[in-house]
């Protein structure tokens, strides 16, 4: 079946409404290192100047993350990523209504964004923590459970599968069962596949190509393209700024096939990417 019928999500700490199809999340990262925009948004003020930026722009969601998980970050203490990420969120939550993530693996870090405002949880270990599944249910707070195979610092090492989407879909299904399990509400819960966590070029390219199946499961789907090295590979772009035109192209074949939520760094382009598959794809009256 689909995933949920219900257009609108709605919680304590935010609202989410699918009603015009995939919305976009944006990805503000508070890390020196991450792949992409490393460095930019250390700063507290220049960090939430972006996230109201990008709220602005068409992001339904900003999704903060204080650690980077590209191939090969070696993670960061638990009181660093809190330094980094809180007054962030409290920022975001003065000056902008959408709701703020917190990108984070770790309980405590989770515990600290819900405190200063954070209305979601995006987790690339799917959980794994049960206090974190707990804090979520507790909280009555949207999860986003991601696929990666090993963690950042090795995922990237030889990553092998014999059914890549079959063993992804099987491992999110179980991850989503186990959340329900714990007081999740089914509505709140996310399944994303983990693009290039643990994956190769064509693992990547199989995943999208069967994305379909995924929406199909009765969760909803989020999708992590933006900007990510198997673009690069595809077009030959070395710098991920020059990757936008790439992720759109994945962002519309993602957004037609009934994904939720699209993470994106160019917020402005790909909210016009997810207007356009809209208006296609809407029945005519």
């Known amino acids: 079946m689909k995933s949920n ?45 972006h996230g109201v930026r990008m709220a602005s722009e ?11 998980t590209r191939p090969g970050s070696k993670g960061i203490s638990i009181e660093e990523q809190i330094r980094r990420v809180v ?15 917190i990108d984070t693996k770790d309980y405590e870090v989770a515990l600290a964004a819900l405190e200063a ?40 090492v030889e990553p092998r599968y014999e059914d890549v989407v079959g063993e992804v879909l099987e491992f999110l ?23 290039g966590f643990g994956k190769t070029l064509e693992h990547n390219l199989l995943l999208l190509r069967n994305i379909d199946k995924f929406v199909d499961s009765g969760y909803r789907v989020l999708v992590g393209t933006s900007r990510k090295s198997f673009i690069g590979k595809i077009t030959g ?25 699209v993470r994106v760094h160019d917020v402005a382009e790909m909210a016009d990417v997810v207007k356009v598959v809209h208006a296609v794809n809407q029945n005519p009256s």
Do not use: Y
Request: glycine share 12%.
């Open 237 to 261: 772009k070395e710098e991920p700024s020059e990757r936008v035109f790439g992720t759109a192209a994945a962002v519309a074949l993602c957004a037609a096939a009934g994904v939720s939520i």
């Open 5 to 49: 019928d219900e257009k609108i999500v709605e919680w304590a700490g935010g609202r989410l409404d699918f009603s015009c199809g995939c919305v976009v999340m944006g990805v503000l990262n508070v890390t020196p290192d991450s792949f992409s925009d490393g460095g930019q948004f250390l700063e507290a003020e220049r960090a939430v100047e």
């Open 173 to 195: 299904a179980g991850r989503a069962k186990a959340a329900e399990e714990l007081g999740i509400a089914k509505e709140k819960i996310f399944i994303d596949p983990g693009i």
């Open 117 to 156: 405002g954070a209305g979601m949880i995006n987790d690339i270990t799917a959980l794994s923590d049960e206090q974190m599944g707990e804090l979520a249910a507790e909280r009555n707070v949207p999860v986003v459970l991601m696929h990666i195979q090993g963690m950042p610092r090795t995922m990237q």
């Open 58 to 68: 068409g992001a339904a969601i900003i999704d903060v993350g204080g650690e980077s």
């Open 87 to 101: 007054p962030v969120i409290k920022g975001l939550c003065e000056k902008t209504e959408a709701p703020v993530s």
